[in-house]
């Protein structure tokens, strides 16, 4: 039973170009969702997140998206940058539930120059 | 940086021996996890750490043990390593709400 879902294991973009990254969850009580980016033998790192109350949140070239009637949200990316090639996970959570976060499988984004 | 790092960070061992992989954290934080990852799956939650002596499974914990006599310190233990436990394993550390992951540790049984 996989509650947080990535469908597509890999995109290619164009440096420059809007790189969007999707996910889609199963379970309602999840309340919080972020994305971290994971380089080739290292850890992931946080990206962004957000809150089930919000619909948008922006950080700079990264927003992330959230349709809570559709259990979806996306990663844009503008513009994307070859530095930017890397496996993106979503992940999400319950509040005061320990901190324990679901994963999606992954994307692995290529951007190419 | 947020002060996290594991040892080994590579490991080989043999099916039947018991490994134990260790966290360490330089930030005083309260929370701390363990993860694996494997292709197809993302990352997965072994068990968790709420405090010294306080811990809780997670969604693959069969197998696999920790144990946490400071704050500082998670470790993971598998009394009897078996091929399926080959992966990368991740020690996190609770912030706000987001996760910091350690380097990882590489472990392969054969």
């Known amino acids: 039973d996989q509650q947080v879902k990535q469908n597509s294991p890999s995109l290619s973009v164009q440096e420059g170009r809007i790189s969007i990254l999707n996910c889609d969850y199963t379970?309602?009580?999840?309340?919080?969702f972020l994305w971290y980016k994971k380089y080739p033998a290292e850890g992931p790192t946080f990206l962004i997140s957000?809150?089930?109350?919000?619909d948008k949140n922006e950080d700079g070239r990264f927003t992330v998206f959230l349709n809570k009637s559709a259990k979806h949200l996306s990663l844009h990316i503008v513009p994307s940058q070859p530095g930017d090639s890397a496996v993106y996970f979503c992940a999400a959570g319950v509040y005061n539930q320990g901190g324990k976060l679901i994963f999606g499988q992954g994307t692995e984004l290529s951007v190419k120059p | 940086d947020a002060g996290i790092t594991q040892s080994p960070r590579h490991k080989v061992t043999e099916t039947g021996t018991p490994v134990t992989l260790r966290c360490h954290q330089t930030e005083n934080h309260r929370y701390m996890y363990w993860y694996r990852q494997d292709p197809g799956h993302g990352l997965r939650l072994i068990h968790y750490s709420y405090g010294v002596k306080d811990t809780d499974k997670g969604e693959v914990s069969d197998g696999y043990s920790v144990s946490r006599s400071k704050t500082e310190d998670f470790l993971l233990t598998l009394e009897s390593a078996t091929s399926s436990q080959t992966s990368v394993y991740f020690c996190a550390i609770q912030g706000n709400n987001e996760q910091y992951f350690g380097p990882g540790t590489r472990l392969t049984v054969t």
């Open positions: 379970n309602s009580m999840f309340d919080y």
């Open positions: 957000i809150s089930s109350i919000k």
